[in-house]
Protein backbone atom coordinates (compact mmCIF):
# COMPACT_ATOMS: atom_id res chain seq x y z
CA UNK A 1 0.00 0.00 0.00
CA UNK A 2 1.55 3.14 -1.33
CA UNK A 3 0.80 6.45 -0.17
CA UNK A 4 -1.11 7.08 -3.53
CA UNK A 5 -3.11 4.27 -2.57
CA UNK A 6 -4.37 5.83 0.76
CA UNK A 7 -8.53 5.86 0.58
CA UNK A 8 -10.88 7.71 2.20
CA UNK A 9 -14.11 5.69 4.02
CA UNK A 10 -17.59 6.58 4.19
CA UNK A 11 -16.80 7.94 7.54
CA UNK A 12 -14.07 10.49 6.17
CA UNK A 13 -11.66 8.65 7.87
CA UNK A 14 -8.43 8.36 5.38
CA UNK A 15 -6.99 5.00 5.25
CA UNK A 16 -3.42 3.99 5.38
CA UNK A 17 -1.84 0.69 5.49
CA UNK A 18 -0.10 1.63 9.00
CA UNK A 19 -1.29 5.27 9.70
CA UNK A 20 -4.89 6.99 9.58
CA UNK A 21 -6.60 9.90 9.89
CA UNK A 22 -9.90 9.58 11.47
CA UNK A 23 -12.06 12.67 11.53
CA UNK A 24 -15.01 13.33 14.77
CA UNK A 25 -16.25 16.46 16.24
CA UNK A 26 -13.60 18.69 14.76
CA UNK A 27 -11.10 16.67 16.13
CA UNK A 28 -9.01 14.69 13.48
CA UNK A 29 -6.56 12.10 15.30
CA UNK A 30 -3.35 11.01 13.29
CA UNK A 31 -3.09 7.49 14.06
CA UNK A 32 0.37 4.97 14.06
CA UNK A 33 -0.76 1.20 13.84
CA UNK A 34 2.33 -0.64 12.33
CA UNK A 35 2.17 -3.20 15.33
CA UNK A 36 4.41 -4.16 17.71
CA UNK A 37 6.17 -0.88 18.17
CA UNK A 38 5.11 1.17 15.24
CA UNK A 39 8.64 1.29 13.61
CA UNK A 40 8.65 4.51 11.26
CA UNK A 41 9.35 3.09 7.76
CA UNK A 42 9.42 4.72 4.99
CA UNK A 43 5.98 3.93 4.10
CA UNK A 44 5.11 4.97 7.29
CA UNK A 45 6.97 8.23 6.73
CA UNK A 46 4.70 8.79 4.18
CA UNK A 47 1.47 7.85 5.33
CA UNK A 48 2.42 10.35 8.17
CA UNK A 49 2.60 13.16 5.77
CA UNK A 50 -0.59 12.02 3.24
CA UNK A 51 -2.69 12.38 6.99
CA UNK A 52 -0.59 15.48 7.80
CA UNK A 53 -1.67 17.53 4.79
CA UNK A 54 -5.18 16.10 4.57
CA UNK A 55 -5.42 17.68 7.72
CA UNK A 56 -3.81 21.04 7.06
CA UNK A 57 -6.90 20.82 4.05
CA UNK A 58 -10.02 19.87 6.02
CA UNK A 59 -12.24 22.68 6.94
CA UNK A 60 -13.76 19.59 9.19
CA UNK A 61 -10.77 19.16 11.10
CA UNK A 62 -10.09 22.09 14.10
CA UNK A 63 -7.29 20.43 16.06
CA UNK A 64 -5.23 17.57 15.48
CA UNK A 65 -4.05 14.66 17.89
CA UNK A 66 -1.40 12.17 17.31
CA UNK A 67 -1.96 8.91 18.88
CA UNK A 68 0.20 4.97 18.76
CA UNK A 69 -2.71 3.71 20.91
CA UNK A 70 -2.68 2.50 23.93
CA UNK A 71 0.87 0.67 24.20
CA UNK A 72 3.04 2.44 22.31
CA UNK A 73 3.75 6.05 20.50
CA UNK A 74 6.77 4.90 18.64
CA UNK A 75 9.90 3.38 19.28
CA UNK A 76 11.69 5.41 16.40
CA UNK A 77 13.48 4.47 13.14
CA UNK A 78 12.93 0.59 11.53
CA UNK A 79 16.58 0.16 12.13
CA UNK A 80 16.66 -3.06 10.24
CA UNK A 81 15.35 -0.97 7.05
CA UNK A 82 18.03 1.84 7.59
CA UNK A 83 20.95 -0.61 8.19
CA UNK A 84 21.33 -2.17 5.07
CA UNK A 85 21.52 1.76 3.27
CA UNK A 86 24.66 2.99 2.53
CA UNK A 87 25.05 7.07 2.07
CA UNK A 88 24.06 7.39 -1.31
CA UNK A 89 20.78 5.79 -0.46
CA UNK A 90 20.80 8.04 3.17
CA UNK A 91 21.34 10.91 0.85
CA UNK A 92 17.63 10.37 -0.96
CA UNK A 93 15.78 9.46 2.04
CA UNK A 94 17.04 11.76 4.41
CA UNK A 95 15.36 14.17 3.18
CA UNK A 96 11.65 12.51 2.50
CA UNK A 97 12.30 11.86 6.35
CA UNK A 98 12.61 15.39 7.60
CA UNK A 99 9.96 16.87 5.05
CA UNK A 100 7.17 13.88 6.68
CA UNK A 101 8.18 15.67 10.18
CA UNK A 102 7.92 18.85 9.22
CA UNK A 103 4.28 18.40 7.25
CA UNK A 104 3.22 17.38 11.04
CA UNK A 105 5.03 20.57 12.28
CA UNK A 106 3.37 22.93 10.09
CA UNK A 107 -0.24 22.25 10.37
CA UNK A 108 -1.92 25.28 10.57
CA UNK A 109 -3.85 24.28 13.85
CA UNK A 110 -3.16 23.03 17.03
CA UNK A 111 -1.51 19.54 17.77
CA UNK A 112 -1.44 17.07 20.42
CA UNK A 113 0.81 14.30 21.00
CA UNK A 114 -1.01 11.69 22.96
CA UNK A 115 2.28 9.47 24.39
CA UNK A 116 1.84 6.44 25.58
CA UNK A 117 4.81 3.79 25.61
CA UNK A 118 7.99 4.66 24.27
CA UNK A 119 8.48 7.77 22.07
CA UNK A 120 11.94 7.25 21.26
CA UNK A 121 14.45 8.62 18.17
CA UNK A 122 12.07 9.28 15.37
CA UNK A 123 8.85 8.92 17.76
CA UNK A 124 10.22 11.46 19.89
CA UNK A 125 11.28 13.25 16.86
CA UNK A 126 7.47 13.21 15.95
CA UNK A 127 6.07 14.46 19.35
CA UNK A 128 8.72 17.65 19.09
CA UNK A 129 6.35 18.17 15.51
CA UNK A 130 3.45 18.51 18.01
CA UNK A 131 2.38 21.48 20.12
CA UNK A 132 1.79 19.96 22.82
CA UNK A 133 2.76 16.88 24.70
CA UNK A 134 0.78 14.69 27.34
CA UNK A 135 2.60 11.84 28.11
CA UNK A 136 1.28 8.57 30.24
CA UNK A 137 3.11 8.51 33.55
CA UNK A 138 4.85 5.30 32.80
CA UNK A 139 5.73 6.79 28.91
CA UNK A 140 9.74 6.64 28.00
CA UNK A 141 11.13 9.56 25.62
CA UNK A 142 14.53 9.73 24.25
CA UNK A 143 16.97 10.23 21.70
CA UNK A 144 18.86 7.07 21.62
CA UNK A 145 20.54 7.67 18.01
CA UNK A 146 23.94 8.01 19.33
CA UNK A 147 23.99 3.98 20.28
CA UNK A 148 23.39 3.38 16.62
CA UNK A 149 26.64 5.35 15.58
CA UNK A 150 24.53 8.04 14.26
CA UNK A 151 22.65 11.19 15.55
CA UNK A 152 19.42 12.05 15.13
CA UNK A 153 18.14 13.40 12.15
CA UNK A 154 14.43 14.12 11.73
CA UNK A 155 14.43 16.95 14.35
CA UNK A 156 16.43 15.95 17.54
CA UNK A 157 18.98 18.34 17.40
CA UNK A 158 17.29 21.35 16.10
CA UNK A 159 13.10 21.12 17.32
CA UNK A 160 14.62 19.36 20.66
CA UNK A 161 17.10 22.59 21.40
CA UNK A 162 14.48 25.17 20.71
CA UNK A 163 12.11 23.55 23.42
CA UNK A 164 14.43 22.04 26.48
CA UNK A 165 17.92 24.06 25.02
CA UNK A 166 20.73 23.27 23.99
CA UNK A 167 22.48 22.16 27.02
CA UNK A 168 20.10 19.45 27.90
CA UNK A 169 19.76 18.55 24.61
CA UNK A 170 23.02 17.82 24.47
CA UNK A 171 23.10 15.86 27.45
CA UNK A 172 20.26 13.62 25.91
CA UNK A 173 22.04 13.51 22.20
CA UNK A 174 25.29 12.48 23.55
CA UNK A 175 24.09 9.84 26.30
CA UNK A 176 21.23 8.52 24.19
CA UNK A 177 19.84 7.79 27.61
CA UNK A 178 15.71 7.34 28.12
CA UNK A 179 13.69 9.53 30.22
CA UNK A 180 11.10 8.75 32.30
CA UNK A 181 7.78 10.67 32.29
CA UNK A 182 8.41 12.54 35.32
CA UNK A 183 12.03 13.95 34.22
CA UNK A 184 10.27 14.60 31.16
CA UNK A 185 7.96 16.98 32.40
CA UNK A 186 10.54 18.65 34.58
CA UNK A 187 12.97 19.35 31.83
CA UNK A 188 9.90 20.64 29.74
CA UNK A 189 9.96 17.58 27.55
CA UNK A 190 6.28 16.97 27.93
CA UNK A 191 3.97 19.60 29.00
CA UNK A 192 1.73 16.85 31.13
CA UNK A 193 1.80 13.63 32.87
CA UNK A 194 -1.48 11.48 33.88
CA UNK A 195 -2.15 8.16 34.14
CA UNK A 196 -1.54 5.80 31.19
CA UNK A 197 -4.99 4.35 30.59
CA UNK A 198 -6.18 8.58 30.65
CA UNK A 199 -3.64 9.42 28.10
CA UNK A 200 -5.95 9.95 24.88
CA UNK A 201 -8.88 11.01 26.61
CA UNK A 202 -6.97 13.36 28.17
CA UNK A 203 -5.99 14.88 24.55
CA UNK A 204 -9.37 14.29 23.48
CA UNK A 205 -10.57 17.04 26.41
CA UNK A 206 -8.36 19.37 25.32
CA UNK A 207 -8.57 19.11 22.15
CA UNK A 208 -12.67 19.68 22.37
CA UNK A 209 -11.99 22.85 24.06
CA UNK A 210 -9.26 24.01 21.55
CA UNK A 211 -11.57 22.97 18.41
CA UNK A 212 -14.33 25.88 20.04
CA UNK A 213 -12.29 28.81 19.84
CA UNK A 214 -11.00 30.95 17.02
CA UNK A 215 -9.80 29.11 14.34
CA UNK A 216 -8.03 32.14 12.24
CA UNK A 217 -6.56 33.35 15.75
CA UNK A 218 -5.06 30.15 16.93
CA UNK A 219 -3.72 29.67 13.08
CA UNK A 220 -2.00 33.01 13.47
CA UNK A 221 -0.96 32.37 17.34
CA UNK A 222 0.94 29.34 16.21
CA UNK A 223 2.25 30.96 12.64
CA UNK A 224 3.09 33.82 15.32
CA UNK A 225 5.11 31.40 17.69
CA UNK A 226 6.74 29.06 15.19
CA UNK A 227 7.78 31.47 12.84
CA UNK A 228 9.20 34.10 15.61
CA UNK A 229 11.42 31.67 16.38
CA UNK A 230 13.14 31.44 13.41
CA UNK A 231 14.03 35.14 13.25
CA UNK A 232 15.24 38.21 15.31
CA UNK A 233 13.42 39.30 17.97
CA UNK A 234 12.37 43.09 15.65
CA UNK A 235 11.57 40.64 12.75
CA UNK A 236 9.42 38.67 14.95
CA UNK A 237 7.71 41.33 16.65
CA UNK A 238 6.64 42.76 13.13
CA UNK A 239 5.13 39.31 12.05
CA UNK A 240 3.14 39.38 15.66
CA UNK A 241 2.15 42.77 14.92
CA UNK A 242 0.65 41.65 11.18
CA UNK A 243 -0.82 38.56 12.74
CA UNK A 244 -2.44 40.64 15.00
CA UNK A 245 -3.66 43.38 12.77
CA UNK A 246 -4.89 41.08 10.12
CA UNK A 247 -7.59 39.16 13.01
CA UNK A 248 -9.66 42.18 12.87
CA UNK A 249 -10.63 41.59 9.36
CA UNK A 250 -12.41 37.82 11.44
CA UNK A 251 -16.11 37.58 12.49
CA UNK A 252 -14.29 35.86 15.09
CA UNK A 253 -13.19 38.86 16.41
CA UNK A 254 -15.77 40.50 16.55
CA UNK A 255 -18.15 38.17 17.98
CA UNK A 256 -15.42 37.83 21.07
CA UNK A 257 -15.05 41.59 21.80
CA UNK A 258 -18.98 41.85 21.76
CA UNK A 259 -19.39 39.08 23.96
CA UNK A 260 -16.86 40.16 26.26
CA UNK A 261 -18.32 43.60 26.34
CA UNK A 262 -21.98 42.33 26.92
CA UNK A 263 -21.45 38.83 29.05
CA UNK A 264 -17.94 38.90 30.33
CA UNK A 265 -14.94 36.58 29.20
CA UNK A 266 -14.93 33.49 28.42
CA UNK A 267 -18.71 33.03 26.92
CA UNK A 268 -18.43 33.65 23.10
CA UNK A 269 -19.45 31.43 20.59
CA UNK A 270 -17.16 31.66 17.50
CA UNK A 271 -17.39 30.33 14.00
CA UNK A 272 -14.23 29.88 12.86
CA UNK A 273 -14.85 32.62 10.02
Do not use: H, W
Amino acid sequence: TSTAQQITNEQGATMGEFVTLEVADGIGTIRLARPPMNALSLQVQQEIKACALEASARDDVKVVILYGGEKVFAAGADVKEMAVMDYQQMVLTSGPLQDAFTSVARIPKPTIAAITGYALGGGCELTLCCDIRIAADDATLGQPEILLGIIPGAGGTQRLARLIGPSKTKDLVFTGRFVPAAEALTIGLVDKVVPAADVYSEAVKLATKLAKGPALALRAAKEAIDRGLEVDLVTGLEIERMAFTSLFATDDRKIGMDSFVENGPGKAVFTGR
